[in-house]
């Protein structure tokens, strides 16, 4: 309940940070704005403003913010107050993570920093692919602290779907592949054999690749010279 009103708040002080501030966006942003509206009405994943084929960025961060384009919500001010409520839903996550980490208080104070901290907060009304970066990083944390304890393959899978929808986000996400996995996957607190922990790191790596081959694919068919996730 805490957390919920922590989320409640930084929604409130996002929101307010948007209609109080002049309308308009970074370049990125505007980029992000136009391309989702694009992507809503079946023009794909091109430049909003030529139409060519484009791999400027990755796909998620447009893909998410076409659900309201979808539903008609595809002005600025829509897209804005819809990463505001992604913002929110960052607060409660990141409290969650705080709390598994290492407990109640914690994870409240983890919280209310997210719910008010303007390095997290301005990304929104920016559209920033940052907004959907902030909210996955809290659910990798989550996932990563839960093998940590308990090592299972279906968790080490989900640790690897958060991982390739990261680096759908931003590029450099994909690090997360060879820094995070390898060593939690070897290191973790556990008893069970070499062999399990060897198993459980290539189903992650490979439910990470799984989520990335249709973007990289789609690349490959695109252009003349390679491109994995962007330019």
Do not use: K, M
Not at 95 to 112: E, F, K, P, S
Not at 180 to 208: D, E
């Amino acid at each position: 309940h805490a957390r919920a009103g922590e989320g409640a708040q930084g929604v409130g002080i996002r929101v307010a940070h948007v209609l109080a501030t002049a309308e308009g966006t970074s370049f990125d942003g505007a980029y992000y704005h136009f391309a989702a509206n694009v992507l809503a009405e079946g023009g794909g994943f091109v430049n909003p403003w030529n139409g060519a084929p484009t791999a400027l960025h990755p796909p998620a961060w447009p893909a998410v913010l076409a659900l309201p384009s979808v539903l008609g919500l595809d002005t600025l001010l829509a897209h804005q107050l819809f990463a505001c409520l992604v913002g929110a839903a960052t607060v409660v996550l990141v409290g969650y993570a705080g709390r598994l980490i290492a407990g109640t208080r914690v994870g409240l104070i983890a919280a209310g920093i997210t719910a008010v901290y303007p390095n997290l907060w301005v990304r929104e009304r920016e559209l920033a692919a940052e907004t959907l970066v902030f909210p996955l990083v809290a659910i990798v944390l989550v996932l990563a602290c839960r093998y940590w304890v308990d090592p299972r393959a279906i968790t080490f899978a989900a640790l690897g779907a958060a991982c390739g929808a990261l680096a759908l986000v931003r590029a450099e996400q994909a690090l997360l592949l060879a820094l995070l996995l390898p060593p939690l996957a070897l290191r973790a607190r556990s008893a069970s054999p070499t062999r399990r922990r060897v198993l459980h790191l290539v189903a992650g790596i490979g439910v990470a690749l799984v989520v990335l081959l249709p973007w990289v694919v789609h690349n490959t068919v695109r252009f003349e010279r390679p491109v994995l996730l962007t330019t």
